[in-house]
């Protein structure tokens, strides 16, 4: 199994193929429209303008488990991030990370890089999954971890 085995929601209600980023690396960050740490959206498409054309590729996945930080509907959250942060990256369809109605792609995800805890679960919004091009999952990066501050180990993954 990788990461590119795996099929998600997008915003729109269509099915995507996490196998069509086979070749990029992936940096899969949980988010939310109104947590103290949503102004990482800058430095996620900072990085997204950065390291594009080397081969990144930040994918979005709202959630709404942590202190209800994303109310909104998945078109409200598209012109959220479009209008507030220029998003250029996939925002896709609002997930659980975390419990038994999970994704699927989420719960790959925390069995491949648990966290620093006695379990696996997603602490907060904007923790961060660094996958390689090849779909396995590298590292994962805590929700303080700032982008700016991760950015030349995710380079480094390119």
Not at 36 to 53: I, K, N, R
Not at 76 to 99: H, L, R, W
Request: net charge negative; with cysteine.
């Amino acid at each position: 199994m990788s990461v590119h085995d795996y099929s998600v929601a997008t915003a729109e209600g269509e099915t995507k193929s996490l196998g069509d980023y086979a070749g990029q690396t992936l940096l899969i960050v949980n988010v939310a429209s109104k947590c103290g740490l949503t102004p990482q959206y800058t430095g996620l498409e900072a990085m997204q303008q950065s390291l594009g054309a080397k081969g990144l590729q930040v994918l979005g996945f709202p959630s709404n488990q942590f202190g209800a930080q994303e109310p909104g509907s998945n078109e409200e959250i598209q012109q959220f991030c479009s209008t507030t942060y220029g998003v250029s990256f996939p925002v896709f369809a609002k997930v659980d990370v975390n419990g038994d109605e999970a994704d699927p792609l989420y719960g790959y995800l925390r069995t491949e890089a648990p966290g620093d805890g006695e379990t696996d679960d997603i602490p907060w919004n904007f923790t961060k999954f660094l996958v390689g091009p090849d779909g396995t999952v590298i590292k994962r990066f805590g929700p303080r971890e700032t982008p700016e501050e991760i950015t030349d180990e995710v380079a480094a993954a390119l």
